[in-house]
């Protein structure tokens, strides 16, 4: 194997596995992520994080519905669409769900041959991520119009619990937030993949450190949570 | 750290030796695909949860183990977590679980919130 500066030499003793291993690895003096570069151990901590801020949301979104006398609004009728005659139940999101799983499967394999240094291949399934999760907000942006002239506001909305505005733009709008900023994340790593920056170690313009492939699949990490979230936000809020 | 990973061979034999820094990561596509397809389907199950209606405890059942299904696939495979090593799995995966005890504490508050609102504002 390749030895790296910023890795654990492989000349160290083989590590324990499994359980013992996690023991080992927090237990003494040491760094505990063995073989994990600080750029994907920072990742983590700020989706840990993160984690928190949409549970924080979700939760809030839980007390307000629980605690009102007032009926919460039937999800599947306010977010359902009249499509050829017929109202189809919450159909704009459930096809807003397959865009970002597509999106989040495409993230999945440009990470795959980002790792087998494969430029064109990586830089084009980035962008198609990128096109499917600008599709999403478009769609995002399509469903708050749309709620917005049927008169929804954060203080109130016709069908029922006045929080309902509050906790979907909230919700919603931090997650689209997220989806965006992912978006342009998404575009500059495509743009430095396709240049050639991570084979011929080209500094960055604002770290000025020069990049790895690694960097791909630390942008998948973003990518993959913000799907993740997702899962959580349609299962309690769209599905519940 | 070398191969606790697991190296089913796959599309490895089409790889160069990788190069400083990139950890040996060639899972073969065909994971992915399949974790895709088991995505398409889940969801298209949660939304069917919807369609067809399904209410009570036998939905939110229904619900959230389709959701737990696809959080799982996604942090295990798509994020890698099934490669790596103990130490950062736990860090990762335990400090969320502590939201659960909030959500029985806001569960609790929430109940008696609105036993007191049932209590005092429904009559006037």
Not at chain 1, 23 to 37: E, I, L, N, P, T
Not at chain 1, 60 to 65: D, H, N
Not at chain 2, 76 to 92: D, G, K, Q, S
Request: net charge positive; charged share 10%.
């Amino acid at each position: 194997m390749a030895q790296t500066s910023d890795q654990v030499s492989a000349a160290a003793p083989k590590r324990p596995g499994g359980w013992l291993g996690m023991v080992a690895d927090w237990s003494s003096d040491q760094r505990s992520f063995k073989g994990v570069s600080w750029g994907k151990a920072m990742m983590w901590i700020f989706l840990v994080s993160d984690t928190f801020v949409f549970g924080c949301f979700l939760l809030s979104y839980m007390t307000a519905r629980m605690s009102t006398t007032v009926p919460w609004p039937n999800a599947s009728k306010v977010f359902g669409l009249h499509i050829g005659g017929a109202d189809i139940p919450l159909i704009l999101i459930a096809i807003m769900t397959f865009v970002l799983i597509s999106s989040s499967g495409s993230m999945a394999l440009a990470v795959n041959y980002a790792y087998r240094k494969n430029r064109q291949a990586t830089a084009l399934l980035l962008i198609v991520t990128a096109l499917l999760g600008a599709a999403f907000v478009g769609m995002q942006a399509f469903e708050w119009t749309k709620l917005i002239s049927e008169g929804v506001r954060p203080w109130g909305n016709p069908w029922g619990a006045p929080q309902f505005g509050a906790s979907f733009f909230m919700i919603t709008g931090f997650h689209g937030t997220h989806v965006t900023f992912g978006v342009i994340f998404l575009l500059i790593v495509a743009r430095k993949v396709w240049r050639g920056d991570y084979d011929d170690g080209r500094r960055g313009f604002f770290t000025s450190r020069r990049g790895h492939y690694e960097s791909v699949e630390i942008m998948g990490l973003y990518w993959h949570f913000v799907d993740l979230v997702w899962v959580f936000i349609f299962a309690f809020f769209y599905l519940w | 750290m070398e191969n606790t990973q697991a190296q089913t061979g796959g599309g490895a034999g089409t790889v160069t030796a990788p190069a400083a820094h990139d950890e040996v990561q060639h899972h073969p596509l065909k994971v992915y695909f399949t974790v895709w397809i088991w995505l398409f389907i889940l969801s298209a199950a949660s939304y069917y949860v919807d369609y067809s209606g399904v209410q009570g405890y036998l939905r939110w059942t229904l619900i959230l183990i389709f959701m737990m299904l696809k959080a799982g696939l996604i942090v295990a495979i798509f994020m890698h977590i099934a490669w790596e090593r103990l130490a950062l799995t736990y860090a990762i995966i335990l400090p969320p679980i502590a939201i659960l005890a909030f959500v029985a504490i806001m569960a609790i508050e929430s109940n008696y919130t609105l036993f007191t609102r049932l209590l005092y504002f429904t009559n006037g």
